[in-house]
């Protein structure tokens, strides 16, 4: 496995859905709204592996077609060196985000968290800001007309139902 990669992933999502959400859980332990973990009899277990189950597929997909296809990771110091619009790629431009989001709501429903589906809002709103401000003026500037087509397309968060077709 490439060693960007590897780097990519401790960093990024090991932040975002361990690293945060477990020191979120050992500093709320008590609190209300704090640890509750969901047991198997319990709705939101089963809601919670209905949710990190795809999450986790989806995020293993797009960072696999950013090493194959776009031959970069994931990661703004190793992006990828191609434009990458197929798979999850043609419904929204941000899947791998929505992977991470997914999981996030999982996590919260599995510990039974209310401080872990604020840091998952929190986290939307940090990367929206990222990605408007500073992703996506590099993409069209790394890309140029063929970003811009695509984002022109695609929506950021939302996917369309039908894939899109580059021409």
């Known amino acids: 496995m490439n060693r960007e990669l590897v780097k990519a992933v401790v960093i990024l999502p090991g932040t975002a859905l361990v690293y945060v959400p477990g020191a979120l859980i050992w500093l709320t332990a008590g609190l209300p709204g704090g640890w509750a973990p969901a047991g198997t009899a319990d709705s939101r277990f089963w809601i919670g592996v209905a949710l990190a189950v795809p999450g986790f597929a989806l995020a293993v997909w797009t960072v696999r077609l950013f090493v194959t296809v776009g031959e970069g990771t994931p990661a703004p110091w ?10 999850p790629y ?36 940090l990367n929206t800001v990222y990605f408007i401000r500073r992703e996506e003026p590099a993409l069209e500037e790394r890309f140029g007309e063929s970003y811009r087509l695509y984002k022109a397309n695609v929506p950021r968060w939302m996917p369309r139902w039908k894939p899109w077709d580059a021409p």
């Not at 190793?78 to 798979?87: T, Y």
């Open 78 to 87: 190793a992006p990828p060196r191609k434009l990458v619009v197929r798979g």
């Open 90 to 125: 043609r419904h929204v431009r941000n899947p791998m985000l929505s992977a991470v989001n997914v999981m996030l709501a999982a996590e919260a429903l599995l510990f039974g968290s209310w401080y872990i589906a604020g840091w998952m809002a929190v986290f939307v709103v």
